[in-house]
Every structure is written in structure tokens, then in C-alpha cells.
């Protein structure tokens, strides 16, 4: 039996010749990304044709985490509104084929674009204008998605998104916190700040719940040929989603792109107030209170960098403590850009 590294290569190939029409072995399997997230393989048959087959890590898998057949259907269900998606073509979920279950779609061409040197490499102005604006209206187009009419209406709860969100964060935090030994009061007090002034939901929608450019797959005109990373969608107040774009979003001038991503500060790129605006006018939403979601989204990501920063310093990446340092900087700098963006409020 022939194996590579979370793929069992001839029980896989069966099934995919059981199961995807016109697909012809042999198959090769190319990992494009893989670590504590879901692995990501690209698979080519004998004819050429290039497919994408999804499944969970290898290991530290828990049990609630990583469902391939929720990210199945959420794909399946977008495939015939304007969201643009990868074509979903097959899910496995016997785990005797391949350890865990997984899904296959298809291969969509295009740039994904991760940092300034790629996308000054493959994009001109034009192209970089023409992605930022295509990521505001899909952004809005997956908003506007009648979630029971797709039948995604029991996704997860609709209400009480942000309350919820606060609650689940916060306590991954204290988790971590408990770990890592070291005070962070900033987090503590912005979670007290915004649980006291969550704005009102309204209606709600899918939220994907980590958009930002580079989960998105962009054709040679700079507009988004799929999205991507749909592992932690669920329903709740869009907003949100408009919020953690802001954060990840850099202007020419910004004191330090978030996490590295800093292509966005390339000419050519809308501004986050040209974005703003595009997103109100494209949804009819009132964005007057945007800065409460971007606040969130910076609290957020801090506490989801605790929980990085306690896995390393508690030894859990093995020798590697090259991280350790940077991620807590990380939290305290991200708490406190969470505090700046709530000043307003």
C-alpha cells in the first residue's frame, strides 16, 4: 500500500475513480499548505486534470474542529449564487479511505497574494485596484446570501453573534493566559469595554469569519476567481467580517503591517476608507459604527495569539522557540491597537 504523509495514495485513487467522473490514474499529490490547519493537496491525473482534495491535520486533531463535511456543504450551497467558490466535486466521509474524511473540488487558476513582492510581480495598478474592489462586492454578495433559501439556515445560531464570539475568545484567552503566567491587563479591560457595547445585530448572515485577501484566489484581472478558507464559517452579524478586513488591511504609512501582510500598501490598492464606503454603498448597510468590529477584530486576534505564544513557550512546537518572543510582543501590541481603534467609541 502506498502512502505519503496524509494521503493514502492507492485508496484515495480508487476512490476518486469511484466517485469524480473523468478522472483518470494515476494520481500525484502536491501539498500546498499543511501545518495545525486543514492540509491542502493539489492532485493531478494521468490526463492533466488538477483537482484540490481538502482533510484535517495529521494530528492534535479535536473533536469538534476540522469537519470537512460542513465545509463541503458550505462551498456546495454558494456554488450557484454570485459567491464565487471552488466547484465542490465529492466528499469522503468513511475514514477507512483515508484516515479522516475529505473533500475534493476543483482546481481554480490564479495569484494568491501573501505579501508586497508578489503582488508587485503579477499585478499592475489597474489589477491591484480591480482586486481590492472585487473583495468589498464579494465580500457584500456574501452577505446578501438568503441562507435558507441555499440551505445553510441552520448553520450555526443567528443571534447574539458578538456576545457569543467575546465568550468564546475570552475564555480560549484565560486558557492560555493560565499557561503563559503573565498579566495582560489590556485584554482583560477590552473585554469588559466592548461586552458593554455591542452594537445591535440586525439580520443574520454568513460570516466566513477570516476574510482578508490572501484567502481569496485572484484571476489575471485582479478580481476574485474563488474564495478560500471556509473552515470556521458560520452565522451571525456580517459586520464582523467588515471589521477584521480593516485590521488586516494596510495603508502606505502604517506603523507595521498586521502579521506581515503588506501588499495591501502598494499603489493602486483602495484605501480602508475607499473599501468602507464601497461595502456601504454595495450592501446598503450602516457602517457607522465600524469602528466597534475593528476594535473586536484586534482583541480577537490577540487572544487567538495567546493561545500561539503559550504553545511555544510551554514547549509545544517542539526545540523551536524562535516564535516566542514575537508572539508575545504580538498580543500586547494587537490589544493595545484594539484599544486606539475603540477610542471613538
Known sequence: MTKIEGVDVDRVTKWFVDHIDGVRPPLTFDLIAGGRSNLTFEVVDAAGHNYVLRRPPTSHVLPTAHDMGREFRIISALGPTPVPVAP???????????????????????HILRDAATAE????????????????????DIHAVDVDAVGLGDLGRKEGYIARQLKRWY???????ELTGRPVPV?????????????????????????RL???????????????DWEICTLGDP?????LLMVYWSDPGDPGALLGVSATTLPGFPRRDELKGRYAERSGRDVSQ??????????KLACILEGVFARYAGGAMGGD???????SAQVTTLAAAAQTAAASL
Open 187 to 211: 485584554v482583560d479591560e477590552m473585554h469588559e469595554f466592548l461586552s458593554a457595547r455591542i452594537p445591535d445585530q440586525g439580520g443574520a448572515t454568513i460570516v466566513h469569519g477570516d476574510y
Open 121 to 140: 510581480k503579477v499585478f499592475d495598478d489597474k489589477q491591484r485596484a480591480a482586486a481590492g474592489e472585487s473583495l468589498v462586492d464579494v465580500l457584500a
Open 290 to 299: 465600524l469602528d466597534f468590529y475593528v476594535s473586536f477584530g484586534y482583541w
Open 239 to 243: 459586520l464582523a467580517d467588515l471589521g
Open 171 to 177: 475564555g480560549q484567552f484565560k486558557q492560555s493566559n
Open 214 to 228: 490572501d484567502n481569496t484566489m485572484l484571476g489575471e484581472d485582479g478580481r476574485i476567481a474563488a474564495v478560500l
Open 321 to 327: 522557540r524562535s516564535g516566542v518572543d514575537g508572539f
Open 88 to 110: 465542490a466535486l465529492g466528499f469522503c466521509e468513511d475514514e477507512s479511505v483515508n484516515g479522516r474524511p475529505f473533500y475534493v473540488m476543483a482546481f481554480v487558476e490564479g
